[in-house]
């Protein structure tokens, strides 16, 4: 009878090792799964933050300033094309496009409220008239 219970223990113990093994690997691809979606999350919150900088770069920048609109959004996407694949980031045109309009609507609609809180239209002065 002892002779049957050592190799039963023995297969018994494989078994065991292996459900654990494939156990431990499956916990560890859900792992690195979920740290992939979350480094993702946050490289597309870097890429939203860099794109408004961009927008408002090339709006407030003297040096863009006589650039018609189109010329901005162009220089815009490729800033932000090459940003992208500094942090790892795979995007399209159509996504950089929807974050550049993300980026101005954002930056107009905020424009709009300083506009308003100030109490009226935008007036320019120039640097002499300060005192």
């Not at 916990?27 to 690195?32: E, F, N, T, V, W």
Request: glycine share 6%.
């Amino acid at each position: 009878m002892d002779q049957y219970i050592q190799p039963l223990i023995s297969a018994l113990i494989v078994c065991l090792v292996g459900a654990l093994s494939y156990t431990l690997k499956k916990a560890a691809d859900a792992g690195i799964a979920y740290m992939q979606s979350k480094l993702s999350a946050t490289n597309v919150q870097l890429f939203r933050d860099m794109a408004s900088t961009v927008v408002r770069s090339m709006e407030q920048n003297p040096a863009f300033k006589d650039l018609e609109g189109s010329l901005k959004k162009e220089r815009s996407i490729v800033a932000l094309t090459d940003y992208a694949k500094q942090i790892g980031l795979p995007v399209d045109t159509a996504f950089v496009d929807k974050m550049i309009e993300e980026a101005v609507q954002i930056m107009n609609s905020e424009l709009g409220e300083s506009i308003s809180w100030l109490g009226g239209e935008p007036t320019i002065v120039t640097p002499g008239e300060i005192k």
